[in-house]
């Protein structure tokens, strides 16, 4: 009797200890597709960003494939975190400007509350 009841009780750790791994192996799955899902809006802003900086600047060329995409995206980010989402290798800056603000925080810039001040004003002149 003791060793089936011995054997009872080992049964329900290892149940136990079962219950916790496939816990822990659901909570590892879900930050890795949190993870992977940042990681793929990142390129998306990124993309974004790129092909409007263009645009604007020096227009867009015909894109058609992956490797065609990423070869233009190697040539307009400077920026080593933007870069290391497509796993880009370290850039040459050759004197181009990162595409994006250059800080965090782009209303701390005096040049932009400036700006926008002078837009503000102007706008209030034009009302009737």
């Known amino acids: ?44 802003i990124l993309i974004g960003g790129a092909v409007l900086a263009a645009v604007e600047h020096e227009g867009m060329p015909a894109i058609s494939s992956t490797s065609e995409l990423l070869h233009w995206l190697d040539e307009q980010l400077t920026r080593e975190h933007d870069r290391a989402v497509f796993d880009l290798p370290p850039a040459a800056t050759n004197g181009r400007l990162p595409i994006g603000p250059m800080s965090n925080s782009p209303r701390a810039d005096p040049a932009v509350k400036d700006a926008a001040q002078t837009r503000h004003r102007d706008a209030a002149r034009t009302r009737p």
């Open 1 to 44: 009797m003791a060793k089936h009841e011995n054997v009872e009780t080992r049964i329900q750790s290892i149940d136990e200890r079962l219950a916790r791994l496939r816990a822990s192996k659901s909570r590892l799955l879900a930050r890795a597709n949190r993870t992977e899902r940042k990681r793929d809006t990142r390129r998306k």
